[in-house]
């Protein structure tokens, strides 16, 4: 007889969404049990800026951020940490196209009582010396933005989950999803055994290989991203509280972090990830961007133009890890209609630390209740069911290869919102 | 001004380096390939020479092994070397072979220079560029921190183990570089345009007249033992016990 391990839920992954869903499960008294292949907060997770910008083109995506942060300003007395850093956030545009992407975001923010406005290009240049402003035509500026620290996120979750009984193993790959009768029956991971009604994929980069140990489909693909860290540089001072910068036409984003400057990229060719292919153990702390990778030189580029001194020769850094994009760029969260208990909690398209709060809580909703006080309509886990040629692989890859290339690019149109608010 | 910089392809020692089932070799196959760490330095030092003195500076890269090396040395021509000299060699090579190799390629070259790390971060054997030096007859400054072009004379702070020695020596010279000489650079996206143009040449041992004596042989390589085991012990006396006991240690 296997010897095995009897849970309420057994969540695969230990990143932000994994974490936070067992934090939230196991505040309604579940029994959690918490799988990593590698590390806890080691993968996708570990290798993200964090920023937050609360207002996104989909009003009910914004009640989740906004509550997010409300979450996360609950769990940082809990855990003794700063999570949430309010630097303030600013979109700026050099074009008339991308104005009146701001025009209109502005409006939307303001239609639900959100803290948004144009900011006049002086005071823009006032506020970021260290930023070339002088070919702007508008920004705009919301001050509740800012970004979560992922390292005081993770461990924020791990010890309030801790406290409330979660258990976690790490190095543990799950190599096996048990089925009976279309139900889930639990996992199987080093040889154990782990039994539970409840299993949740939250695997990320790794979850449409998870979703295969159910001969399930999930269409998420591992996308290759990089930002670079300059090091301080007393010549260009940047405050810790300096606002977060996205600057779409050059498909960057930056924010303070520690005397230097985070400058990060949606690149229009992003590379592309086999998962299989990659060890058993492999680390995603240790990737490394060659010294003549194209992403890293474009990025070096695009950073260039908006802050002049920053060049190939600046002393930095440059992060690179795995992000998990969808063919919408929108996450895959719930349950799926064919298999009783099977859960997926993944492709988060490079917002898994900022949406995690919220999500934790949708998850713990579903998988208890059976539904959520948020409309999931637009992250439902089986909306795929109705993208065309959802199985065939190399369409799906396709399809979130180009997401991610036009990410940053295309220009974008918020969706007509009515009277968005929190409710939490 | 003509800098030769010798380029070693290695696996990146950041990564879970094992060796294989058999000891004759460490396992590769997950294992990216960069240029060594110290010799990335080198060159970047090379560059940096190549952009603030007003004379021209040519900046050769040259690399020694199997046809895989081409991807390192178009780094390296990415990074700001003016071109490339691959030494194709199927041989197993020891720092003494390497340095032989090297003379023959400074020998067609006639470089004012030798910059290269001050050893390779996969056999850690800190020689070629001694055994260079003697080859040539020429003078050589290792561990280098700091680099200052005299006219025909070089300035060089060395780390030792005691603080920074400062030494001067005429060129032509060889220069071993340590961690802190610079930070290495990552191309510029008209870096990477213009190293597909440049010229990349190929040139055999046989070419060049060399031939391999192997002096040193691998006879096995071991993973290095990385697991912790922890044990929480309930006194000292227990502690000293297995330490007596286990570990062999005599009670004085």
Known sequence: ?424 | MKILVSIKRVPDTDQKIVATQDGASVAVDHIPFVINPFDAIALEEAVRISELLTEPVDVIAVGIGEDSYEQQLRTALAMGAARAIHVRCSHRLDPWNVARLLRAVVEREQPNMMLMGKQAVDDDANQTGQFLAALLDWPQATFASRLEIDGQQIRVERETDHGIETVKLPLPAVVTVDLRLNEPRYASMAGIMKARKKPLDVVTDQELGVAIEPRVEVIRYRSADTQRRCERLNSVDELLERLTNEVGIKRP
């Not at chain 1, 005397?259 to 690149?267: F, K, Q, R, S």
Request: proline share 6%; net charge negative.
């Open chain 1, 1 to 424: 007889m296997i010897k095995a391990q009897t849970a309420d839920a057994i969540i695969i992954g230990g990143g932000v969404a994994g974490l936070s869903t067992a934090m939230q499960l196991a505040g309604r008294g579940a029994d959690v049990v918490v799988l990593e292949r590698e590390r806890l907060g080691n993968g996708s997770t570990g290798r993200a800026a964090g920023l937050l910008g609360q207002l996104r083109g989909n009003a009910e995506h914004t009640r989740m951020l906004i509550d997010g942060v409300a979450i996360v300003k609950e769990l940082e007395p809990l855990a003794g940490v700063e999570i949430f850093v309010q630097t303030g956030s600013l979109r700026i545009a050099e074009s008339p196209e991308r104005a009146t992407e701001i025009a209109a975001l502005v409006d939307m923010g303001k239609s639900i009582g959100f803290d948004i406005d144009h900011m006049p290009i002086d005071e823009v240049a006032r506020r970021l010396p260290y930023m070339r402003s002088d070919d702007l035509v508008d920004a705009c500026y919301c001050p509740t933005d800012g970004h979560l620290q992922p390292a005081e996120l993770v461990s924020a979750y791990i010890k309030i989950g801790k406290d409330r009984g979660v258990k976690y193993k790490t190095h543990t790959p799950v190599t096996e999803i048990l089925l009976e009768s279309g139900h889930v029956r639990g996992v199987s991971a080093l040889g154990e055994q782990y039994h539970a009604p409840v299993v949740v994929n939250a695997g990320g980069p790794w979850s449409y290989l998870n979703a295969e140990l159910a001969d399930a489909v999930l269409p998420t693909a591992a996308i290759g991203h990089y930002y670079l860290t300059t090091r301080p540089d007393p010549a260009q001072p940047v405050h810790r509280l300096s606002p977060a910068v996205r600057n779409r036409n050059l498909r960057i984003y930056t924010r303070p972090e520690s005397g230097g400057l985070i400058v990060g990229m949606y690149d229009e060719e992003p590379d592309l990830h086999d998962m299989r292919k990659l060890p058993m153990d492999f680390d995603m702390s240790r990737m490394k961007a060659a010294r003549d990778s194209i992403q890293v030189a474009r990025l070096i580029d695009a950073a260039h133009q908006r802050f002049p001194w920053i060049t190939e020769r600046t002393p930095m850094t440059i992060t690179t890890g795995i992000m998990t994009f969808t063919p919408d760029a929108r996450p895959f969260c719930g349950k799926m209609p064919d298999i009783e208990g099977l859960f997926h909690c993944a492709g988060f398209s490079g917002h898994g630390i900022v949406q995690s709060p919220a999500i934790g809580l949708i998850m713990s909703q579903l998988i208890l209740d059976g539904t959520s006080s948020y409309d999931v309509t637009s992250i439902e886990a089986d909306r795929y069911f109705d993208m065309p040629g959802f199985l065939d692989r190399a369409d799906i890859e396709a399809k979130c290869v180009s997401m991610a290339g036009n990410y940053y690019g295309k220009i974008e149109r918020p969706e007509v919102v009515t009277g968005a608010h929190s409710s939490r």
